[in-house]
């Protein structure tokens, strides 16, 4: 689909924070959200990136060996725990425009500094990403977001999330799933599933944001009250983000969460997408119509073997980095995740998207690793227990 530039705000100019940056502008300018072929251009942004926070960060100046990339697998990276550990910057504190933490009320939070450039960009990426699959809509919906409900001194990015996706269609009303109570966030199945009800009676499309198992938990208190299955309007969409963590026995797969999604609210397979993402690296990964993960223009996925961290052939399965030059704020712009995944050829998805995608297998080190969707599930299981 060719981007339809200048339909949302989002999709309009955004400019480096320095003159030396010009590779980076150059590939952030792309529009198609798709494109891997301009190999020297990625790498020469990459080189740009590196300069920029070796100059600016001691950390990174002591990682990085100063050469210039003639590889992407090359790129020196920092394991995502490392945030959760220390707060990096490499701009003055009062060019950061947002401050996001990953977790919630408990287990150990990665901070995450974004100056304007970064912010404006990553939005960028994510409505060119809406636009190539035909969400920005002129039409008022009602939102229904399965994160933490936006309140004062709350700074996780999840809450950041879930405010920036009401703006790729006019709000009729918004619902949130996880209710902010005054002294912290609390799941709400009953609240959900009022909200749904008035929504299919309104007759307008419904979007639906946020952790899988709250939508999964809200539908299964739904059969549970005997509520008969809704017909959300067709137009309507969901799109998960994040895990489910601490309700693992109660996972499911994503082909039966989205079966009983189109069961019970009537949302067409083709518009319910899962999405995968992180504070430490903010770069949209988002399903395509095929339910895969693709790589995006402004990204490079890499899989390393979790004994020798050598970078892996398509199919083999090991830790996931992702590599993004855009970043300026922090260096951040190539990180190890805890996560283990394997890479695959864009012809064997087949959805025309013309880049590598990847399946996550698995997370590594749960116990440490902890995010806002293990926060958020351990809300959950107190309240579906």
């Avoid at 939070?109 to 809509?137: C, E, P």
Wanted: hydrophobic share 40%; proline share 7%.
């Amino acid at each position: 689909m060719t981007p339809s530039l200048g339909t949302n705000p989002h999709l309009g100019p955004a400019t480096v924070p320095d003159p030396s940056l010009r590779a980076v502008q150059a590939l952030c300018d792309i529009a198609a959200p798709y494109d891997h072929s301009d190999t020297d251009l990625f790498l020469e942004a990459m080189n740009e990136s590196n300069r920029w926070h070796a100059q600016r960060n001691e950390f990174f100046r002591s990682l990085w060996n100063g050469k210039p990339l003639e590889d992407v697998t090359d790129q020196p990276f920092v394991h995502a725990n490392f945030f959760k550990m220390h707060e990096v910057l490499s701009v003055p504190r009062d060019k950061v425009v947002v401050h996001a933490t990953s977790s919630g009320t408990t287990g150990q939070k990665s901070q995450m500094f974004w100056d304007a450039w970064t912010l404006r960009a990553g939005q960028r990426m994510v409505a060119r990403i809406y636009d190539h699959n035909g969400f920005i809509s002129p039409e008022p919906v009602h939102y229904l977001i399965n994160l933490n409900q936006p309140a004062p001194g709350v700074k996780l990015g999840s809450s950041f999330t879930g405010q920036f996706m009401t703006d790729f269609a006019p709000v009729e009303s918004v619902d949130y799933g996880l209710a902010h109570t005054g002294t912290g966030h609390e799941f709400d199945a009953f609240g959900s599933i009022r909200a749904l009800r008035r929504f299919a009676d309104s007759g307008r499309p419904v979007r639906i944001f946020g952790f899988p198992a709250f939508l999964s938990f809200t539908i299964d208190r739904m059969r549970a009250m005997g509520v008969e299955p809704l017909r959300l309007d067709e137009r309507s969409m969901v799109w998960f983000g994040g895990g489910w963590k601490g309700n693992a026995d109660k996972q499911i797969s994503k082909s039966e969460l989205r079966a009983k999604v189109t069961e019970m609210l009537g949302i067409p397979d083709v518009r319910i997408r899962d999405s995968y993402g992180s504070v430490e690296h903010s770069v949209p990964y988002v399903e395509c119509a095929h339910h895969n993960l693709h790589v995006p223009t402004w990204s490079r996925a890499i899989v390393r073997d979790v004994r020798t961290l050598e970078p892996l052939p398509y199919g083999e399965s090991g830790y996931i980095q992702f590599v993004s030059p855009y970043i300026t704020s922090a260096p951040a712009q190539s990180v190890l995740m805890g996560d283990l995944a394997a890479l695959h050829a864009p012809e064997e998805c087949g959805c025309g998207n013309e880049t590598p995608w990847f399946e996550i297998l698995g997370r590594a080190g749960v116990s440490r690793n902890r995010s806002c969707a293990i926060a958020a599930a351990e809300l959950l299981a107190r309240r579906t227990s």
